[in-house]
């Protein structure tokens, strides 16, 4: 290893600050009276080659030529050109300029939580080793969004206990899955259709009567869309058409409708009255909505947007009327929105 000897900063100078023409510094081993060769260069000092001496000389201006030695702490004396013994000296040991990476370990540090080295080496190399502790931000993504024991972390992030997720490429969606490996360059998260939380969503179309024991309820003959798991449609022909809550938040709805005549329609929560005509419904707490459409064929819609418990259940309540001429107009749709 070859270090530069830091001796002279600037120049040397008298008491005045005046340049000391011809100034000569000795050298020696560190605490010893035992002269130590110089070199003029890194590559002269690790090969022992072009020595200088164990002495430089400055020039007019009182600078000196940077000198190196291989390795070995030094001791420098400073004289004027006629021998006086200039202040300040002799540095003993001399501040050494490190070459290599080895001198930061010569650097102290102070020990702080977590990191006990005591120079800068060692403190650089337990942080290292931390940080590589970590794992790959892949592994780590992985372990947190898809580990089979994750179920809490992803719950804490808001993504449900039955989000399924992956770290892919934003360039590779269409392909990408749990197993797909990210680019270092652009990572997202993303969470799969799997993931239905405040994305469930039910639509029905096309009157089919009512339930034969339910009968004010409306039943539905096709299921256009039902998309996640926080709403169960069932079509019962004794209980008539349901919606059921299963996880609880706020929805928002709409039923549209309409009769051979002026008949009353809406939409109950709950309601224990499945054989009462809609307008004639007793409990107000029941009805999340409610129209009256004026003459036969005339269409109607009604719609709301209410917190729902889990375990509620949203009905098309009527007054039992038939169907009038336009039964593309009979739906009714759901959505969980938060």
């Known amino acids: 290893m070859a270090d530069q000897i830091d001796f002279s900063l600037v120049r040397a100078t008298d008491g005045n600050n005046n340049p000391l023409a011809g100034a000569i510094a000795y050298f020696y081993e560190e605490g010893t009276t035992t002269p130590l060769?110089?070199?003029?260069?890194?590559?002269?000092?690790?090969?022992?080659?072009?020595?200088?001496?164990?002495?430089?000389?400055?020039?007019?201006?009182?600078?000196?030529?940077?000198?190196?030695?291989?390795?070995?702490?030094?001791?420098?004396?400073?004289?004027?050109?006629?021998?006086?013994?200039?202040?300040?000296?002799?540095?003993?040991?001399?501040?050494?300029?490190?070459?290599?990476?080895?001198?930061?370990?010569?650097?102290?540090?102070?020990?702080?939580?977590?990191?006990?080295?005591?120079?800068?080496?060692t403190a650089i190399a337990n942080n290292t080793a931390r940080l590589e502790d970590l794992g790959t931000p892949t592994a780590a993504g992985v372990a947190i969004l898809t580990g089979a024991n994750a179920a809490a972390q992803r719950t804490s992030l808001g993504l449900g206990s039955a989000a399924v997720a992956a770290l892919i490429d934003d360039d590779s969606m269409a392909t990408a899955?749990?197993?797909?490996?990210?680019?270092?360059?652009?990572?997202?998260?993303?969470?799969?259709?799997?993931?239905?939380?405040?994305?469930?969503?039910?639509?029905?179309?096309?009157?089919?009567?009512?339930?034969?024991?339910?009968?004010?309820?409306?039943?539905?003959?096709?299921?256009?869309?039902?998309?996640?798991?926080?709403?169960?449609?069932a079509d019962s022909a004794a209980n008539g058409g349901s919606f059921t809550i299963n996880t609880s938040g706020v929805y928002a709805g709409s039923y549209s409708d309409q009769f051979s005549s002026a008949s009353q329609m809406g939409i109950t929560k709950d309601s224990a009255e499945l054989t009462t005509d809609f307008g004639s419904t007793t409990s107000a707490a029941a009805v999340l909505a409610a129209a009256r459409p004026s003459a036969n064929n005339a269409g109607a819609n009604v719609s709301f947007i209410a917190f729902l418990a889990a375990g509620s259940v949203i009905r098309a309540h009527t007054e039992g009327v038939s169907s009038g001429t336009f039964t593309a107009a009979e739906q009714f749709q759901i959505v969980r929105i938060s």
Do not use: C
């Open 177 to 233: 899955t749990a197993a797909n490996i990210p680019s270092a360059e652009s990572v997202v998260a993303y969470v799969d259709a799997n993931d239905t939380n405040g994305a469930s969503y039910v639509r029905v179309h096309t009157a089919n009567g009512y339930g034969s024991s339910n009968t004010k309820i409306r039943r539905f003959t096709t299921i256009v869309d039902n998309v996640g798991s926080d709403i169960t449609y």
């Open 37 to 121: 060769a110089v070199y003029p260069t890194k590559a002269d000092s690790i090969g022992s080659t072009n020595s200088l001496g164990t002495s430089v000389t400055a020039d007019a201006n009182g600078v000196f030529v940077p000198v190196w030695v291989n390795g070995t702490a030094a001791k420098v004396n400073m004289t004027t050109a006629a021998g006086a013994q200039v202040a300040g000296y002799p540095q003993d040991p001399a501040r050494n300029i490190g070459s290599s990476a080895a001198a930061a370990a010569t650097i102290s540090f102070a020990p702080i939580t977590g990191n006990a080295a005591t120079n800068v080496q």
